[in-house]
């Protein structure tokens, strides 16, 4: 099972970035997924989670209106668009397949989101 996460890069507050995650070696179709991030000296949390048809969609409370997941199971793929950064976004962002709400699998690298101000 792998996860490869890119996208990030350093942003300015109140711009924007569009997060990949590519999947192997599980049945992508079948996975709920989820990104989540972690900043220095925090917990990782959840930001955004997706059912298996993306008929169904949460949001953490943090980035709810500015966030949108979205998922394409052609490519085994999961995206995460990012609008009116903040400095509060600063994170390592990873996804992960979940089950009951909870991560399942290994962890990728990640990818690193930064906002200047």
């Known amino acids: 099972v792998q996860f490869v996460e890119s996208g990030g890069g350093l942003v300015q507050t109140g711009g924007s970035l569009t997060l990949s995650c590519v999947a192997s070696g599980f049945t992508f179709s079948n996975a709920a997924m989820s990104w989540y991030r972690q900043s220095s000296g925090k917990e990782r949390e959840r930001v955004a989670s997706?059912?298996?048809?993306?008929?169904?969609?949460y949001y953490a409370a943090s980035v709810k209106g500015r966030f949108t997941i979205w998922r394409d199971n052609s490519k085994k793929s999961v995206y995460l668009q990012m609008n009116s950064l903040k400095s509060d976004d600063t994170a390592v962002y990873f996804c992960n397949e979940i089950d009951s709400g909870r991560p399942f699998r290994s962890w990728g690298q990640g990818t690193q989101v930064t906002v200047s101000s």
């Open positions: 997706i059912g298996t048809d993306a008929s169904s969609t």
